[in-house]
Nanobody, 120 residues
Framework: QVQLVESGGGLVQAGGSLRLSCAASGRIFSINAMGWYRQAPGKQRELVATITRGGSTRYADSVKGRFTISRDNAKNTVYLRMNSLKPEDTAVYYC??????????????WGQGTQVTVSS
């Protein structure tokens, strides 16, 4: 059974920082891309950042220069360092593991989400 567990969310003042972590567990052979998405109240889920197994990254324009995504392939873990946080960053942040391969299948998996709230 594959599970993605996120941690690190919370309440922070504008201009502050947070670091999110997401660990995938189970009998995992490999994971292609890992990423972070977010969903604010009344809005659609949107991409924040992704990183390939080889380390290539992609960011939403709204977070470029403030957020940094990284991953530890040996630990099947992805991180999101968020600096200079703004109230508009407030959302539930979801971790995604794309192309996750086990002995039985390959597919995409999502974490349960972690709340990030930025106060002004």
């Amino acid at each position: 059974q594959v599970q993605l567990v996120e941690s690190g969310g919370g309440l922070v003042q504008a201009g502050g920082s947070l670091r999110l972590s997401c660990a995938a567990s189970g009998r995992i052979f490999s994971i292609n891309a890992m990423g972070w998405y977010r969903q604010a109240p009344g809005k659609q889920r949107e991409l924040v950042a992704t990183i390939t197994r080889g380390g290539s990254t992609r960011y939403a324009d709204s977070v470029k220069g403030r957020f940094t995504i990284s991953r530890d392939n040996a630990k099947n873990t992805v991180y999101l360092r968020m600096n200079s946080l703004k109230p508009e960053d407030t959302a539930v942040y979801y971790c995604k593991a794309g192309g996750l391969t086990t002995a039985q299948a390959m597919g995409d998996y999502w974490g349960q989400g972690t709340q990030v709230t930025v106060s002004s």
